[in-house]
């Protein structure tokens, strides 16, 4: 695949602690503009992977490159800066500031990460903008994030991933709450936005109901071996 966004080789990683687990991926890639499915049960790694890709914790050895950089050539203030350029990040709980307005959360990325600021030119019509998109009300930007239903605090925290146009987006189980109905809005919204500009998509769930809406599914089991040793 010589168009990958995203490919891990090798990667190995062991947390340390009483219980001890270890992780290791022989090999996984993200093509430019793909959709991926990570299915994987709770204890599966599906969340160390996400560490592992978006640099928050280094592999003990391996390769984790993104966009022809291994992370392991930046320092922990240069991952930091890549990862806000690089990727978005949509959070399981939405993790928005909830005394914040819509525009505050939105943009927040924005603050970290000046190529994605330069990219997104008008930062305030940008984000209306992508409100209205994803079927946020008009005047929605000013509201503060604590009065939003779930349903538009979901679509704001697509929103923030989405903004300025980062070439990966990573979702962490963002449709776990969601009746059937809303899953499929949700992911009609996802991939008209990501689709609209050759964005790849990595999304984690334990629903393999999702899978026929990716372009491929992948299954913890078959990527990553797992080992756990009570010590």
């Known amino acids: 695949m010589t168009d990958s966004i995203l490919a891990l080789s090798g990667v190995a990683y062991h947390w340390p602690g009483r219980a001890s687990f270890s992780f290791e991926v022989p090999a996984l890639q993200v093509a430019t503009g793909e959709t991926v499915l990570l299915l994987g049960e709770s204890g599966s790694g599906k969340s160390t992977l996400l560490s592992l890709i978006c640099g928050t914790i280094q592999p003990d050895k391996g390769v984790v490159n993104i966009e022809g950089t ?56 940008a984000a209306a903008h992508l409100c209205a998109a994803l079927g946020l009300p008009d005047g929605t930007t000013r509201a503060k994030a604590s009065t939003l239903s779930v349903g538009q ?31 499929s809005a949700f992911l009609d919204l996802l991939f008209e936005q990501t689709a609209r500009h050759n964005t790849s998509l990595l999304m984690v769930s334990h629903d393999p109901r999702l899978g026929e809406r990716f372009d491929r599914v992948l299954h913890m089991e078959n990527i990553a071996h797992v080992t756990r040793e009570v010590l």
């Open 70 to 125: 291994d992370l392991a050539s930046l320092s922990g203030g240069q991952r930091d800066r890549f990862r806000a350029e690089h990727i978005g990040v949509i959070f399981q709980q939405f993790n928005l500031l909830p005394f914040g307005t819509v525009a505050d959360n939105i943009l927040l990325p924005l603050r970290f990460a000046p190529h994605r600021r330069k990219r997104t030119g008008d930062a305030g019509a």
């Open 153 to 183: 605090q979901q679509r704001v925290a697509v929103a923030r991933a989405l903004i300025g146009q980062p070439p990966l987006i990573i979702a962490d189980e963002p449709t776990s709450a969601l009746d059937a109905n809303s899953q």
